[in-house]
């Protein structure tokens, strides 16, 4: 009984664990597409700008 | 774990980035440049603002292939994101599929309202273009997963309503005044779709596998 707890906890704090690292990885990557497919700068965006309309993004 | 995923993402991001940009320098890169030549005709102000050609054309390839790896790199964590949420098994099948569905959402869904366009091309304003195709890859990728992933029949229903709902709010398209022929924008339409699903697909092939070799290695270590 006692090792099943502490089995159900170990697995709980893994699941913590992974959907921690899971919200990291979604907020970078979704701000790397962000930085890359949408942001107005000018810079950014004459930089990126063949990229962004090779890939269908929109774009001007 | 935060390593690990990401290293998998940077890793599997940067070698999908290199192939595709390599792609569009042979596939929609071209098309850009003979548009481009159509638009300066157009507005003829804009060929004196022109650096040298050679350092130019140099740059640009460069910038462009950063702005790529940067895209893809991106659609490797947003996917490896999405699987570890889900509780998927991560390998490298799984994880291009997810990419097909992925680009079907951001690619093939969008392109009903918003074609792929050239540079050049008549356009409304940007802004309310941006958040129809963010609003619809969200609907649309969520639709999917309610109908792939989930059991209930109300669940698939809602999903199937998530994919079409976007599909009702079309931006208006703008008066077309492009002097681009239109065979190079068709062209370049149907690269660019290509070019977009080789990123997803190959992002997410190789995040599932770098995933497992990432994972190996600490099972192995540990």
């Given at each position: 009984m006692t090792t099943n707890t502490a089995a159900v906890r170990s697995l709980s704090a893994a699941r913590a664990e992974t959907l921690k690292a899971a919200f990291v990885a979604l907020f970078i990557?979704?701000?790397?597409?962000?930085?890359?497919g949408f942001a107005n700068s000018q810079s950014v965006h004459d930089a990126a700008h063949d990229s962004r309309h090779a890939l269908s993004f929109p774009c001007h | 774990?935060?390593?690990?995923?990401?290293?998998?993402?940077?890793?599997?991001?940067?070698?999908?980035?290199?192939?595709?940009?390599?792609?569009?320098?042979?596939?929609?890169?071209?098309?850009?440049?003979?548009?481009?030549?159509?638009?300066?005709?157009?507005?003829?102000?804009?060929?004196?603002?022109?650096?040298?050609?050679?350092?130019?054309g140099l740059s640009r390839t460069a910038a462009t292939s950063l702005?790529?790896?940067?895209?893809?790199?991106?659609?490797?964590?947003?996917?490896?994101?999405?699987?570890?949420?889900?509780?998927?098994?991560?390998?490298?099948?799984?994880?291009?599929?997810?990419?097909?569905?992925?680009?079907a959402a951001t690619g093939l869904a969008t392109s009903l309202g918003l074609a792929p366009q050239l540079p050049g091309a008549a356009e409304t304003d940007l802004a309310g273009r941006q958040i129809w195709w963010v609003a619809t890859a969200a609907s649309t990728g969520a639709g999917l997963f309610a109908?792939?992933?989930?059991?209930?029949?109300?669940?698939?229903?809602?999903?199937?309503?998530?994919?079409?709902?976007?599909?009702?709010?079309?931006?208006?398209?703008?008066?077309?005044?492009s002097t681009v022929p239109a065979e190079l924008a068709a062209r370049f339409a149907a690269a660019s779709l290509t070019v977009q699903g080789l990123c997803w697909v190959l992002a997410g092939a190789l995040a599932g596998l770098a995933w497992r070799l990432v994972s190996q290695d600490e099972t192995e270590t540990a």
């Open positions: 990557g979704l701000g790397l597409v962000y930085g890359a | 774990m935060i390593t690990r995923l990401l290293a998998a993402g940077l890793i599997a991001g940067v070698v999908a980035g290199l192939a595709v940009a390599g792609l569009q320098h042979v596939t929609t890169t071209p098309l850009i440049l003979a548009a481009e030549v159509y638009e300066t005709a157009q507005h003829a102000h804009d060929a004196a603002e022109a650096a040298g050609p050679a350092w130019e702005a790529t790896v940067a895209v893809s790199t991106g659609y490797a964590l947003i996917l490896l994101a999405g699987m570890l949420f889900s509780g998927e098994a991560i390998g490298p099948r799984r994880a291009a599929l997810w990419g097909a569905c992925a680009f109908l792939l992933r989930l059991e209930a029949t109300a669940a698939k229903l809602f999903g199937a309503a998530l994919i079409v709902a976007p599909q009702f709010f079309w931006p208006t398209p703008a008066a077309p005044e």
